[in-house]
């Protein structure tokens, strides 16, 4: 029976270490996860706090965004760039952070924030925050371009190359709600643009008779004539004033492509008209 009872005492002190040993190893486990989250979040902080400190370097002067490898500190209450590289580690151990400028173009950069730091003796961690920035000191420039060309498959519109003389914006093309067939006339092959663009909008300028029934809508698409047509105005009967409608065009957009078509429909009372005074895209570039 003593044999016996110092068998059991022996497996009991083991299955006692195998469930200590578990609970310490998930303690430790969960400690070492807990730390790391904390750790990532404060990286997290200090690096997007680089890309901030950047912009207001950027704001003071586009000069001092000078291509390489910077440290940060505060002088006079302004962030400035000073050496290669920054010691962070009062907050992470061994951290440093760096801020690195790249050029993509006159007025253009590419900002990557690098927070580094040691873990643990065998466990290094980074984090990398990356952004770009633009000189906004340096005024858009724009580019008009038109359409040269218009079909008029119903023949109830007027010459529709009067439809399209910015910036004048005097003379119009006109078109009846008595059309039997739709669209009533297509304006297409675009003057092709000799700028590379940072947006581009397509705008169209008409007024309008109001109809007892009678409608007109506009649509374009930039796949071409035949290809699938987005809504700028909807079918309406309402009379307008001097009115601008746009729609945001893929700064890419190829314009041999880009195709607008007005419809109308009579359906009873006297004749109405909407009246076509501008058609063109604006492209905005950098000079």
């Known amino acids: 029976m003593k044999g016996q009872s110092l068998i059991e005492l022996i497996i009991a002190i083991g299955i006692f270490i195998v469930i200590t040993s578990a609970l310490a190893v998930f303690v430790l486990d969960s400690y070492v996860a807990g730390r790391l989250?904390?750790?990532?979040?404060?990286?997290?902080?200090?690096?997007?706090?680089?890309?901030?400190?950047?912009?207001?370097?950027?704001?003071n002067s586009w000069s001092n965004l000078i291509?390489?490898?910077?440290?940060?500190a505060i002088s006079g209450g302004r962030w400035v760039f000073q050496g290669n590289s920054e010691d962070i580690g009062d907050q992470l151990r061994n951290g440093t952070r760096v801020i690195e400028i790249e050029n993509i173009g006159q007025y253009r950069k590419k900002i990557t924030s690098r927070v580094n730091w040691q873990f643990s003796e065998t466990r290094p961690e980074e984090v990398i925050f990356v952004s770009y920035l633009t000189n906004w000191r340096i005024v858009s420039q724009i580019e008009i371009r038109k359409p040269t060309r218009s079909t008029d498959s119903a023949g109830r519109t007027t010459n529709g190359a009067r439809a399209y003389d910015y910036p004048d914006g005097t003379t119009w093309a006109s078109t009846r709600y008595d059309i039997t067939r739709d669209p009533s006339i297509t304006f297409y092959t675009w003057q092709l643009p000799t700028k590379t663009y940072t947006s581009l909008v397509l705008k169209y300028r008409y007024h309008a008779d109001g109809g007892n029934n009678d409608t007109y809508?506009?649509?374009y698409s930039t796949t071409g004539c035949t290809g699938s047509f987005t809504v700028l105005i909807s079918p309406t009967s309402a009379a307008a004033p001097d009115t601008t409608v746009s729609a945001n065009l893929p700064i890419n957009q190829d314009l041999s492509r880009l195709c607008l078509k007005i419809y109308t429909r009579r359906v009873g009372g006297p004749t109405k008209r909407l009246y076509t005074r501008d058609i063109w895209i604006e492209g905005s570039y950098l000079p």
């Open 37 to 59: 989250s904390l750790e990532i979040t404060k990286a997290d902080f200090l690096a997007e706090e680089g890309v901030e400190a950047v912009s207001s370097i950027r704001d």
């Open 67 to 72: 291509t390489g490898s910077h440290g940060l």
């Open 217 to 219: 809508a506009v649509a």
